[in-house]
């Protein structure tokens, strides 16, 4: 059989093919989800163990959050080189071999008797895995299976996180009380491994693998979206990943992007996410009660980061950062002063405020990404911000558990982070002209160059 003479040819052929009521590409959004969502259930439960460890072991806060450290930075880390497999290889593969690591560390910790134990296998094993399902996943479905609404598809796989709160908090928490963590562990696990064979269907590696065009495209997008999403980069993909940072390092938007984003991540997976049931709990509040907080965070980040999709698409992603950003500071500096053994009202403010903004920043920092740096490096460069985001996320579930061990509060915890996203909100004043979307290297570098001392 002879190959088609340019990767555009098989879009072509399809592009004036009757389309079908519903698009390919939602289905491989759902699946998308699904796969997001297990790979953050034991991330976000991390928290809920907390308790019977310390009890059934005897170790000390600042050890359980090293596994969340050392689980968000490998998590963090993995993430720009899995963007380049991504890129290079078979999206479904690595996405399974990603669920099964994360399905053999959730399922294997439950023989732990050590706490390194627990950060081989919930810190690293499981960090590898999640790394791999990160937002650069999404960041990579969105890019190769949207033309039209993909600042929104991007909202929806972020608030994905959130799905995995809300779906698995209050189950796990229960089970914990009832039946122990290692009966929750094996829960996670379990959800892990049934999503394997949905990769082999519905989803699909690209467009072009089952003969049809993206979401919103014309027979002008097809061409002209083909070469970037179908083209291998030159060299090993270790080689490529390192090449990319090198590229965006030299460009002030890239530094501003990845500080805000490890704020982001100190203040969201790091603080909240990891010691928000803890810190209840020191405050007299059950932890049931304050597991349904968290999951109800979840709640309403799935609408918040949705509309900050939707926001994203008509929006400047710049001046919509800004707004996250100085509503998290604000938000923050009230929580100490809120919590208590009872859900006050005031308490229900902070968790509406707080949960509309959680992840809100994602779809903003993608579509920024790829104005800088174009649609052939946007995903690789992203990785690389949200690898930021981890190491912040780790930086900041450390420093809290050991700020919380010396003076048994979590209140300097609550304020550094507040001023920390006042400082991202203030950096995002000095991101250069924001370029328009090009097609090739070269293009995006002569963009880069001449708006690179140009302010929004």
Not at 174 to 202: K, M
Not at 210 to 229: C, F, I, M, W
Not at 412 to 428: D, E, H, K, N, R
């Amino acid at each position: 059989m002879s190959l088609p003479s340019s990767p555009a040819e098989p879009a072509l052929a399809v592009a004036s093919r009757p389309r079908p009521r519903l698009h390919r590409a939602w289905l491989v959004v759902a699946v998308t989800v699904l796969a997001l969502v297990a790979a953050a259930a034991f991330r976000s439960t991390t928290g809920a163990f907390f308790e019977p460890l310390e009890s059934e072991f005897g170790w000390t806060r600042a050890q359980l959050s090293m596994t969340v450290t050392i689980n968000l930075v490998v998590y963090g880390l993995v993430a720009p080189f899995a963007a380049t497999l991504l890129e290079r290889f078979s999206m479904r593969a690595v996405a399974a071999i990603a669920l099964t690591l994360v399905s053999a560390g959730a399922g294997l910790a439950v023989f732990i008797t050590q706490v390194w134990h627990l950060w081989i296998l919930s810190g690293g094993l499981v960090g590898v895995g999640t790394g791999a399902m990160a937002l650069v996943f999404g960041a990579v479905v969105a890019n190769r299976w949207f033309v039209r609404r993909r600042g929104l598809v991007m909202g929806i796989f972020s608030a994905a996180n959130a799905c995995g709160q809300l779906i698995f908090l209050p189950t796990i928490v229960h089970l914990t009380g009832h039946h122990g963590w290692r009966v929750a562990s094996f829960l996670v696990a379990g959800f892990a491994l049934a999503i394997v064979p949905l990769l082999f269907w519905p989803f699909a590696n690209s467009p072009a693998a089952v003969k049809t065009t993206a979401y919103g495209a014309d027979e002008t997008d097809a061409v002209e979206s083909a070469p970037a999403v179908l083209q291998r980069p030159a060299g090993g993909a270790v080689a490529e990943t390192f090449k990319v940072l090198e590229h965006a390092m030299k460009f002030r938007a890239f530094w501003i992007l990845a500080f805000t984003f490890w704020i982001c991540g100190w203040s969201t997976n790091g603080l909240i996410q990891t010691h928000f049931i803890p810190a209840s709990h020191d405050h007299g509040m059950p932890a049931t009660t304050a597991s349904g907080l968290l999951a109800l965070i979840g709640v309403f980040d799935i609408i918040g980061t949705i509309a900050s999709g939707w926001l994203t698409d008509r929006v400047r992603p710049w001046l919509l950062l800004v707004v996250y950003y100085g509503l998290r500071g604000i938000s923050l500096l009230t929580v100490h002063s809120l919590m208590g053994p009872t859900v006050e009202p005031v308490l229900w403010i902070f968790i509406l405020f707080y949960g509309l903004d959680w992840v809100a920043t994602v779809p903003p920092t993608v579509v920024l990404c790829r104005k800088y740096f174009g649609p052939v490096r946007a995903t690789v460069v992203f990785g690389w911000v949200f690898a930021f985001h981890m190491v912040g996320a780790g930086a900041g579930a450390l420093t809290a558990g050991i700020g919380r061990d010396i003076s048994g509060s979590y209140l300097m915890a609550w304020i550094t982070a507040a001023v920390l996203c006042f400082l991202a909100a203030g950096s995002l004043f000095f991101l250069p002209g924001a370029p328009k979307a090009f097609d090739t290297p070269e293009q995006n570098e002569t963009v880069e160059e001449s708006s690179a001392q140009k302010p929004i």
